[in-house]
Every structure is written in C-alpha cells, then in structure tokens.
C-alpha cells in the first residue's frame, strides 16, 4: 500500500523509501539514481513478501518446516517506532521494530523485539539490526539482508570477496566446493551460499558504469543469487526478463545458527557504498 510506504530523505538527490511490510528497504535513490532492484510484479499489499529491495530474514533462512521459506519477519508489518530525522553527521534514519505476537508465536513460541535501522548518508546506506531475546528460554536463529541490486546487464557485472571460500551449491546440491575465481561473472542460475565470505575489504559489485561495495558487521555469510531466466519466468512476482538488470549479494548469518539466551541481544549490519555516480 503506497500509503504506508515511509520516505527518508537526505536531500532532493538522496533518498529511501521503506515498507512496513517485512520493514522492506525497496528504493535507494543515491545522486538521483536508482541503485536497488524491485520487481514491477512484486506485491505491494502485503499479500506477499516484495519481491526485491531488502527484505529481511529471520528467524530462519531458507525452507522453514515451522512456517513460509525465510521466516515470517519479511511477511510481518513492522511499527515505525522512530521517524525520519537529521543527524548531526550529516545522515538521515528511521527505525521499524517487530516483537513476538500472537501470529509469530504460532509459527515460533519465543519472545524477541528486533530493532531495525535504516540510514543514509552521502553515498552510503546502512541497515542496522538488532534482535533481543525478550523471554525465558534461548533460542537459536538464522537471519539476513537479501539485498537486490540493480545492474545494467548482468553479463557485464563481476563481484568479488568469494575466492578462497568453501560454498554450497544449492542448485547442484553440493557442499564445500571452494571458490577460485577472484572475479565472479554470472551466466546462469546462481544460488550459493558462501562461508566467512567478504569479511576483509567486503564484495566490490562492479559495471560499465559504476560500482557498489558492501561492507558487513556480524554477517560472516554472502549468499549469492541469480534466478536467472527459466526460474525468472516461473516466479509469479518476477519480470521474466529481469534477472538481466539484478543480482543479489545477501550478507548474512546462515551456515549456522545463532544462539541467544534470555535478555541477549545479537547486533548485525551492513553498508553499501555506491562508487559511481552514473545511472546504473
């Protein structure tokens, strides 16, 4: 619903815009451009997780037997607990909570608030998140920020910081398969998930006409996917023709589980950093 849709704004050629539904990060505008992915199917009625931006991952990535794949954090509306503000440096942040509730407790009896930051500065955006255990028990979680950037063309796109990582595949379904290449070009149906990956110097994502470098905090993990055009066309909510102008390089904490004991609070985040200022 655009009218629940919240807009931070730096200045006229700087700005975000989140949405409640699964506190959803679906547009960067940095120097006037565009620098996320967001399908023109995807849902916006909170019918459905929106299919890119940044959706957030938790308690569980990837297929869930206690509910939907990915958990139900990206298909929960989330409070604006802090509005839009200016801050001293020069940035601007909103902040959208989500606690335990009679819906997620069906799913996953636990008590938890998770905090999540949305800030942007010159060039730079940062998603912040914070998840407390509010009850009685520990309890173990995966979590993650499924960031989708937007490219020109997918063909001419390289990502680095993978090699020398072990990896699973899980479009060939196999583990610990170490990278090699410094430089990643994708050219077909990408999903892997990488260990201990970007963790010194981040990923540099780059293009013809400007590049993007994520920086991580506490998210050992990148995950990075592709659907590429056959699964593209079997997604409802994916342009068929779209996994030519994305890639999605997702930090974070998945090839193990986190564990959190009563009144624990687990902090993670992430920066991107746009290197270019031409339209990509």
Known sequence: MDSEIVTVELDANNSVKIHP???????????GQEKLFVSSLSKMDGSKAVRGGI???FPNFGPWANGSQHGFARISWWTVAETSKQESNGCASIELHLKDNETTRTMWNHGFLLKYKVGIAKNELTTELSITNTGTDEFDFTTL?????????????????????????????????????KEIVI????????????????????TPVGNMRIEKHNLPDTVLWNPWSEKAMAMSDFDNEGYKRMICVEAGFVSERK???PNEVF??????????????
């Open 187 to 206: 050219s077909q149906n990408v999903d892997a998930v990488y260990k201990n990956a970007g963790n010194v110097g981040g990923h540099l994502i780059s």
């Open 21 to 31: 539904f699964g506190a959803t990060v679906i547009s960067w505008i940095c120097k």
């Open 55 to 57: 959706p957030v991952v």
């Open 267 to 280: 902090t993670c985040s992430q920066k991107l950093i746009s290197c270019g200022s031409a339209a990509i």
């Open 259 to 261: 564990l959190l004991s």
């Open 145 to 181: 920020l499924h960031t989708y950037l937007k490219v020109p063309d997918i063909s001419t796109t390289t990502v680095t910081g993978f090699d020398g990582c072990l990896y699973h595949d899980k479009v060939a379904g196999v583990d610990n398969l170490k990278e090699e290449r």
